[in-house]
C-alpha cells in the first residue's frame, strides 16, 4: 500500500519495499573485491576457532561478515547491527544468505574461548602489518581510557583525566607510526593503567620478530619513562625514546643546566641540551636531553601538570625569561634536534586513540564480561587496519580518518538486477566529488583486477605484500634510519 505525502514540491507517493535488492554502502563491493584478492576474509573466516554443533545455529562467515560490516558501518553497539541487517545487497557478495542479529552475535562470541580468539585475531592482525616490518619503522606504545557506565568485568576506577572517579578500561595500543596501523591492543580494567600490566606482552611479541624486523626505535610518554622498561629494552639492545617526569632529581638537573652555553637548536621555538643522568632507582647512568621553550604572556603552570609533561616547569628565579621544559631520556646517538621532533610526531597516536574510539568501535561494544571486549578491541582494529590498507590503495599519500573516507569510499545507495544470468549494480553517490571518487576507484578496481589475473600463482601473503607496497610506497622508500619525516 502506498501513501500520498504532500511537500513543498508537490504531492508524491510514497511505497514501502522492504525486499527491494538495496543497499545504502553501494561503494562496498570494491572494498569485498580488496578483501577477496588478499585473502584477508577467507583466510579469517576459515581459522576462526567458532564451531556450532546444531544443524540450526547460525554459520561463522554469517557471524563475522555481520560483525564486520556493523564495525565498517561505524556501529559503537552490538544493538546497531539491526540498521544492516535488511541489506540486499552485501550478505550476497560476502558470500552468505543473511546477516545474523545483535543477539547470535554476542552469543558467538560468548562460546569462543578466550585464549583461542585471541590468537586467532592476533594473527591476523599482524598478517595486516607483517610485510612493513622489514622496512624502519617506529613502535609507538601508549594507553587510553574507555569510560563504563555499568557493572561490567574490569570496571574500575583509575586514571581518568576527563572524568575522574568513573569507572573504565584501559585499552594498552602499539602502533606503527607514520602508517596509522595498529599493531596490538589489551583490554585490562581501569586501574591497570601502568606499562608494567601491559609490557610484558610487548616484550613477548618483540622476542617472536627477527632482528630485521624489529622497531628502529621504541617511542613512549613518561609512563614508560621507568626502570623496567628501560632496562627491559636494554637488555634487548632495543633503542627507546621516551620522557622523564619532573621529580626532585630531573628538576635539579634542569637548573643545573638553565645556564649551559650554548643551548642547541630543537625546532620549533625549543632548544636543547644534553647530559647523562642517573636517578635513584635507575641501575645506570642514562643519556637524557632537557629541552625548554620560552613562555610568552601571562602564562602560569601549577604543580599538578607535572605528570602530564604539558609546560611542566617554570624557572621562577629568572626575572626576565621563563620557560616550560621537558626531559627526555633515550639510549639512540641521535641529535638534539632530531629527538626532539621525533618526541613530537609521537603526539600523532593521540590521532589514533581518537578516530578508533570516536569513529570506529573502541569507545562501544561493551559486554558484561571483558573477554568479548578484548575480542571486540582486537577485530575493531583489525577492520580498521584493513579499511586503511584500502583507502591508502586510493590515495596513497594522506591518510583518511573515517569520518571522510566513508563518505568518500563507501557510502552510496546501490541497487541490483539481475538479467539473463547476470548481476549489475548501479550506483548513485550523493557526494559533491562523486566524479573523483568514481576515477578513483575505477583505478583501485583495475589495479586489483590485474593484481588477481597475473599473480594467480602468488599466495595471500605475497599478494598482499604487493597491496602494501602499493598503499605505503612513501613509507618503504625510508631505506635507512628513523622515519621521522614521513607525512602519514
Known amino acids: 500500500m502506498g501513501e500520498a505525502k504532500h511537500t513543498f514540491g508537490g504531492r508524491i507517493h510514497v511505497e514501502w519495499d522492504p525486499a527491494a535488492a538495496v543497499t545504502p554502502l553501494g561503494q562496498l563491493p570494491f572494498f569485498i573485491e580488496f578483501l577477496k584478492v588478499s585473502g584477508l576474509f577467507d583466510a579469517w573466516v576459515a581459522d576462526c576457532p567458532l564451531a556450532y554443533q546444531s544443524n540450526n545455529a547460525s554459520d561463522k562467515r554469517a557471524v563475522l561478515a555481520t560483525l564486520l560490516l556493523s564495525i565498517l558501518a561505524g556501529h559503537p553497539r552490538y544493538a546497531h547491527i539491526s540498521a544492516i541487517r535488511q541489506d540486499g545487497i552485501q550478505p550476497e557478495l560476502l558470500g552468505v544468505e543473511k546477516l545474523v542479529s545483535e543477539d547470535a552475535a554476542r552469543r558467538?562470541?560468548?562460546?569462543?574461548?578466550?585464549?583461542?580468539?585471541?590468537?586467532?585475531?592476533?594473527?591476523?592482525?599482524?598478517?595486516?602489518?607483517?610485510?612493513?616490518?622489514s622496512t624502519p619503522w617506529i613502535l609507538d606504545l601508549d594507553a587510553t581510557v574507555k569510560c563504563l557506565y555499568g557493572k561490567q568485568e574490569g570496571a574500575v576506577v583509575g586514571y581518568n583525566p576527563k572524568k575522574p572517579g568513573r569507572p573504565s578500561h584501559r585499552y594498552h595500543s602499539a602502533l606503527m607510526a607514520n602508517t596509522r596501523l595498529a599493531l596490538a591492543v589489551e583490554v585490562m580494567p581501569g586501574n591497570e593503567s601502568a606499562p608494567l600490566h601491559s609490557m610484558p606482552g610487548i616484550w613477548a611479541w618483540l622476542d617472536s620478530l627477527s632482528k630485521a624486523e624489529r622497531p628502529t626505535l621504541l617511542r613512549g610518554d613518561i609512563a614508560y619513562g621507568s626502570e623496567t622498561v628501560l632496562r627491559e629494552a636494554e637488555a634487548r639492545d632495543q633503542p627507546y625514546l621516551t620522557k622523564l617526569r619532573l621529580t626532585k632529581n630531573v628538576k635539579a638537573l634542569v637548573k643545573k643546566l638553565f645556564r649551559a652555553n650554548p643551548w642547541e637548536d630543537a625546532g620549533q621555538g625549543w632548544e636543547g641540551v644534553e647530559d647523562t643522568l642517573t636517578l635513584s632507582g635507575w641501575s645506570r647512568a642514562r643519556r637524557v636531553v632537557v629541552l625548554r621553550r620560552k613562555l610568552t604572556g601571562e602564562l602560569?603552570?601549577?604543580?599538578?601538570?607535572?605528570?602530564?609533561?604539558?609546560?611542566?616547569?617554570?624557572?621562577?628565579?629568572?626575572?626576565?625569561?621563563?620557560?616550560?621544559?621537558?626531559?627526555?631520556?633515550?639510549?639512540?646517538?641521535?641529535?638534539?634536534?632530531?629527538?626532539?621532533?621525533l618526541y613530537r610526531d609521537r603526539a600523532d597516536a593521540e590521532n589514533n586513540f581518537d578516530e578508533l574510539k570516536n569513529q570506529w568501535g573502541w569507545g562501544g561494544f561493551t559486554t558484561q564480561d571483558l573477554a568479548r571486549c578484548r575480542l571486540m578491541a582486537r577485530m575493531v582494529a583489525l577492520v580498521y587496519n584493513g579499511w586503511t590498507l584500502f583507502v591508502r590503495l586510493a590515495h596513497p599519500d594522506k591518510h583518511f580518518e573515517a569520518i571522510s573516507s566513508r563518505p568518500l569510499l563507501l557510502h552510496g545507495v546501490a541497487t541490483q538486477t539481475k538479467h539473463a544470468g547476470q548481476t549489475r549494480l548501479t550506483i548513485t553517490s550523493t557526494h559533491a566529488k562523486q566524479a573523483t571518487i568514481q576515477a578513483v576507484l575505477t583505478n583501485l578496481a583495475d589495479f586489483l583486477s590485474v593484481l588477481k589475473t597475473t599473480a594467480e600463482q602468488l599466495t595471500d601473503s605475497q599478494r598482499l605484500r604487493a597491496i602494501l607496497t602499493r598503499a605505503f610506497a612513501k613509507f618503504m622508500l625510508a631505506t635507512a634510519g628513523p622515519p621521522v619525516l614521513l607525512a602519514s
Do not use: C
Open 108 to 133: 558467538a562470541l560468548l562460546r569462543m574461548e578466550e585464549s583461542s580468539g585471541v590468537s586467532w585475531l592476533d594473527r591476523h592482525l599482524s598478517k595486516t602489518t607483517q610485510p612493513l616490518l
Open 300 to 341: 602560569l603552570i601549577t604543580g599538578k601538570d607535572e605528570d602530564q609533561g604539558e609546560l611542566a616547569f617554570i624557572e621562577s628565579n629568572v626575572p626576565t625569561a621563563r620557560y616550560e621544559y621537558a626531559v627526555l631520556v633515550t639510549s639512540t646517538s641521535h641529535a638534539i634536534l632530531t629527538l626532539a621532533q
